[in-house]
């Protein structure tokens, strides 16, 4: 992951200030006075907006972060937060900066999620981590949904039940960027930008989080316990 030194950081340092003082003074509007380039401004806004920039789908506001990166961060600071940038997989995000000993705004909108929501996205990333960070992972509704039957059976719902919460989620993923279309129906891309946004703490507490649900179920769930060691498995290939 890019962490803004060495020559990358140098070269978008000096692309921020050739901007600054050539193309960007020249106002957009009459009462424009920003000092950004039109397309890194551009390239802040569809930051700002989320849920991420891709090189892949986004090659021009990508090569906008690339160049005026040094420029990005400053503003993006400005507004409490933090840009994300992995050259690797070709992806840049912002996120809510924490500030120590500080209570800032959070800028960045979080969103509630349940804990199935939070499986499929654990189950997602799994599948993610188990390819080459090059490759393409494209997987299917039906296998997604069979994978995590066994957080349905720790809830006690029975087959309609789990149906409909699982499209919840699955619709959710999607209407967040996180699952992408492809020319297949019913196969959808994984954005790898879930490789850089969900890590061991947010493992750490799913994990604890089903240890609760199952206490909760108890010994009406004997089907819930026989899965217990096959979610703990993959919850520990993950971490």
Not at 17 to 30: T, V
Not at 46 to 71: M, T
Not at 98 to 123: G, N, W, Y
């Amino acid at each position: 992951m890019n962490d803004g030194t060495g020559a990358h950081a140098k070269e978008s340092t000096t692309a921020g200030l050739g901007a600054e003082k050539g193309e960007s003074r020249r106002p957009l509007w009459a009462t424009d006075t920003g000092v950004l380039a039109l397309d890194t401004r551009r390239a802040l806004v569809a930051l700002i907006k989320g849920p991420y920039v891709s090189g892949r789908s986004h090659p021009q506001l990508w090569r906008s972060v690339l160049g005026d990166e040094a420029a990005l961060r400053a503003r993006l600071s400005d507004m409490f937060l933090e840009l994300v940038v992995d050259t690797d997989s070709r992806l840049a995000f912002v996120r809510n900066a924490e500030v120590p000993d500080e209570q800032v705004p959070a800028v960045v909108r979080t969103h509630s999620l349940t804990f199935l929501d939070t499986a499929l996205l654990l189950h997602l990333r799994h599948e993610l981590l188990r390819a080459d960070r090059s490759e393409r992972v494209i997987v299917g509704v039906d296998e997604s949904r069979d994978a995590l039957r066994v957080y349905g059976s720790a809830y006690g719902l029975d087959e309609v039940g789990f149906a409909k919460r699982f499209n919840a989620s699955w619709t959710k993923m999607h209407k967040y960027g996180l699952l992408a279309d492809t020319a297949t129906e019913d196969r959808f891309e994984i954005s790898p930008v879930l490789r850089l946004i969900f890590g061991p703490d947010e493992i750490r507490a799913v994990r604890e989080e089903y240890e609760r649900r199952l206490a909760e179920v108890g010994t009406n769930a004997a089907h819930a316990r026989e899965d217990r060691d096959e979610v703990m498995d993959a919850m520990e290939d993950d971490e």
